[in-house]
């Protein structure tokens, strides 16, 4: 690769990788993973690089979201480790307890719902866009959404104005 296009890939991985390390963490509930996530879908990235570095961002989350599935979609039923931080993001004004209350339920959640409400809440992809990440058909997404709420509201609470994640496209 020529000198040119690896400073603009240095430059975007300074730029982007925290705002992919969170989503990354977001899909895996512990930062190693997510680290090893993000580092996997830079290094393919960084091989492709002269032919996506004008959308290299969408490629990098794309990465993230196929490896992440296909992770859980080899995985055995093994148990989740719960992670010992959570990366900075803007906050909701959510007290402390209901912020951990709703991460804990976030994490007791299986991959498939929890990579669902990344993309569709987090990420605000649409169901088709979301459907389109994961490999699936939209009204997988749209089930496995549902069934997510509803056990985020029965393990946390249903109070709505915990609830109101944004916008459903």
């Known amino acids: 690769m020529d000198q040119s296009l690896e400073t603009e890939f240095t430059a975007f991985v300074a730029e982007r990788g925290q705002a992919l390390l969170r989503i990354a963490h977001a899909l895996t509930g512990d930062r190693g993973r997510a680290e090893d996530l993000v580092q996997g879908a830079l290094a393919k990235a960084y091989a492709k690089w002269p032919r996506i570095h004008g959308d290299a961002e969408a490629y990098v989350r794309r990465v993230i979201y196929n490896d992440r599935v296909s992770v859980w979609r080899r995985a055995s039923r093994r148990p989740?480790?719960?992670?010992?931080?959570?990366?900075?993001?803007?906050?909701?004004?959510?007290?402390v307890a209901e912020r951990i209350a709703v991460r804990e339920a976030l994490l007791s959640l299986p991959a498939r719902q929890r990579a669902v409400l990344v993309l569709r809440y987090l990420e605000d992809l649409s169901v088709e866009e979301t459907a389109e990440a994961l490999g699936c058909r939209p009204g997988t997404v749209a089930s496995q959404t549902s069934r997510a709420l509803a056990k985020l509201r029965e393990t946390v609470g249903s109070d709505e104005h915990t609830w109101s994640m944004g916008g459903t496209r």
């Open 80 to 95: 989740e480790v719960l992670a010992a931080e959570v990366p900075e993001r803007p906050g909701h004004d959510l007290d």
